[in-house]
Nanobody, 121 residues
């Protein structure tokens, strides 16, 4: 079955950086568009970034554009989210998703379990 496993979350000070990774298995990774979302307690899942199957096109939420970079390594079946200039409002759980580049979470059929990112002020 399809598995997406996120890693790289943690605690960082404001202005710092983290790199999230999402390792995929059970699917032909190189043919899947991938995305990152985040979700705070009691709120809807929010689009962060997405990337096409070949890495040729990327999309970003306005709130992270210029600070976050999505990339992928199809040889390693892994998608990354490099997060720079982190702000306390970036604190939440981040999820990896497979199957679309859309901003709507419902368009993605596969999801990871999430990794917590905490940015202290």
């Amino acid at each position: 079955q399809v598995q997406l496993v996120e890693s790289g979350g943690g605690l960082v000070q404001a202005g710092g950086s983290l790199r999230l990774s999402c390792a995929a298995s059970g699917l032909t990774f190189s043919t899947y568009d991938m995305g990152w979302f985040r979700q705070a307690p009691g709120k809807e899942r929010e689009f962060v970034a997405s990337i096409t199957w070949d890495g040729g096109v990327t999309y970003y939420a306005s709130s992270v554009k210029g600070r976050f970079t999505i990339s992928r390594d199809n040889a390693k079946n892994t998608v990354y989210l490099q997060m720079n200039s982190l702000k306390p409002e970036d604190t939440t759980v981040y999820y990896c998703a497979a199957g679309a580049t859309a901003t709507m979470a419902s368009r993605y059929p596969y999801w990871g379990q999430g990794t917590q990112v905490t940015v202290s002020s």
